[in-house]
């Protein structure tokens, strides 16, 4: 058709030349241009055409231009299946994260954001790979492909925000399905599972997550889904996901095991590779980096599992925004950079901590409890740590005598924050429940960015002598203990003598 109707174009086009005044010779060299083009033009579309068909009936064009019933009642692929492209070379994560396999049809290096809710067809049967932006997007399916290569799984899918991916993923439990999960979680997820608990009919059993024995101990067919966190927020607790993951799935093999991944990005960890069925984080944390956005990413490997998702994401239309798609595959670029710093960051502020007497919980520290196990699964430490005083009024005036350390919750961004968990990001969990959880009151969590190390140090150094949680002296800069801040002074053997950027 398309030969047919170029060739018709370019008989009226010498038609409509050789009946003007132009002379012919200066035209000749023009039409025969054109005809070259529009015979090259059809040969391309007739090869691309030959392709599709040898690619046969579950080929990725046929897969991406079906059409569903957006009624429910079939299982939809998303548009363009997110999934790296089989036997092409795999670089170093950090080149992976910079590097996408993009050929937009004007060469722009980066995605373009397709702010449209809507695509126009190409006939009254539709037929087109997007027609509307909650079912699809070029942007946010650009940003599923590059998430699911860098994540090691065949399917990624982004939504609008971290909550809103576990949203999505606890839409597969039925009522009276059991959920095992930590006693020490997010206090959004804790929200969200006591939700689920009161309303919807599931059982959810809280349990020390960093003792398999006592997971394979609930482990029933009733078991749905084990939800982990490693480390777990603000106690970095290390999680064994190998072992667990084993564990359940010899136990109950339609048991799902999920990981939220977000203290580490896939920068540090795949739990994909640990065993879990399903990976989810914030992309609001880490993979943006500048928390500008609010963003969920889900990664899978199973591709049924990962249909009866983008089922949901399509029918309740939490689909990551075009703006906000761009947004996060352009701090995805800059991870690898951010995380380094962050790190490096982090691990000197934690050593400055503990030489100075504070109890500070952060894997990059041998006295960590689980630093091996961490290391087995980790590539890094991240860039979250948290301390304890040993009195919440003093907590409460390190944390407001601070002034780099913005008071915030949340984590993973280059600027460096400073909070109290029980006083904002876990208030949602009672008191009663944080005490059985032996959640300290006191606890400071810090966020640490990509500041200067001495600025950082020198700032906490700074509310900490402010709060009075430590005392210069001739000799140097000395900390008083947990139990002796927590009596409100201190004696000569509760002081330890360190060295001291502030000193």
Same mark, same amino acid.
């Given at each position: ?288 980096? $500048?928390?500008? !956005?609010?963003? %969920?990413?889900? &990664? @899978?490997?199973?591709? #049924?599992? +990962? =249909? ?65 196990? $961490?290391?087995? !699964?980790?590539? %890094?430490?991240? &860039? @979250?740590?948290?301390? #304890?005083? +040993? =009195? ?74 402010? &709060? ?6 001739? =000799? ?28």
């Amino acid at each position: 058709m398309l030969r047919s109707c170029c060739g018709s174009f370019f008989r009226r086009l010498t038609l409509i030349t050789l009946s003007s005044n132009w002379p012919l010779p200066h035209h000749l060299p023009f039409l025969c241009f054109f005809y070259y083009q529009t015979q090259q033009l059809h040969q391309h579309i007739h090869n691309r055409t030959k392709f599709t068909k040898m690619t046969g009936p579950e080929s990725a064009a046929k897969k991406a231009l079906s059409r569903v019933d957006l009624d429910g009642h079939a299982l939809p692929p998303s548009p363009a299946p997110s999934s790296p492209h089989p036997g092409t070379r795999r670089y170093a994560l950090a080149t992976e994260l910079v590097y996408t396999d993009s050929k937009d049809q004007y060469g722009a290096s980066s995605i373009p954001i397709y702010q449209s809710a809507t695509f126009k067809q190409s006939s009254s049967n539709g037929g087109n790979e997007y027609d509307y932006t909650r079912s699809g997007n070029p942007t946010r399916t650009h940003l599923e492909r590059h998430l699911a290569k860098i994540m090691n799984a065949t399917r990624c899918l982004a939504v609008g925000s971290g909550m809103g991916a576990l949203d999505v993923i606890t839409r597969l439990l039925k009522p009276g399905d059991e959920v095992i999960t930590g006693d020490d979680l997010y206090g959004g997820t804790n929200r969200l599972l006591t939700y689920l608990k009161n309303n919807q009919g599931v059982i959810v059993h809280h349990v020390d997550t960093t003792n398999p024995d006592l997971v394979k101990q609930v482990i029933s067919a009733k078991t749905a889904m084990v939800l982990l966190e490693t480390p777990t927020n603000p106690l970095i607790k290390i999680v064994d996901i190998p072992t667990i993951a084993k564990a359940t799935h010899e136990a109950n093999e339609k048991a799902l095991v999920v990981v939220d991944n977000t203290m580490l990005s896939p920068m540090l960890c795949n739990p994909l590779d640990l065993g879990a069925d399903i990976s989810y984080e914030s992309g609001t944390k880490y993979l943006s980096g $500048h928390h500008d !956005i609010m963003a %969920g990413v889900i &990664a @899978v490997n199973d591709s #049924e599992i +990962g =249909d009866k998702m983008y089922f949901t994401i399509n029918a309740t239309g939490c689909g990551l925004s075009p703006n906000d798609s761009f947004l996060l595959m352009r701090g995805v670029k800059t991870l690898a950079i951010r995380m380094e710093k962050q790190q490096a960051n982090a691990q000197r502020i934690a050593e400055f901590l503990e030489s100075h007497g504070f109890k500070v919980r952060y894997p990059g520290l041998k006295s960590h409890p689980q630093y091996d196990l $961490h290391w087995q !699964i980790a590539r %890094g430490a991240g &860039a @979250v740590l948290s301390f #304890e005083t +040993g =009195d919440v009024e003093l907590s409460e005036r390190i944390v407001e005598a601070a002034r780099l350390w913005g008071i915030s919750v949340s984590f993973g961004c280059v600027n460096s924050l400073i909070s109290m968990p029980c006083r904002m990001s876990h208030a949602s969990i009672d008191a009663k429940t944080r005490a059985e959880r032996q959640m300290p009151e006191d606890i400071i969590r810090l966020c640490v960015g990509i500041e200067d190390v001495d600025d950082l140090i020198d700032d906490l150094s700074r509310a900490l002598v402010q &709060a009075g949680a430590v005392t210069l002296t001739i =000799d140097g800069f000395h900390a008083n203990t947990p139990a002796a801040a927590a009596a409100g002074g201190s004696n000569g053997d509760d002081q330890v003598a360190v060295s001291s950027s502030a000193s």
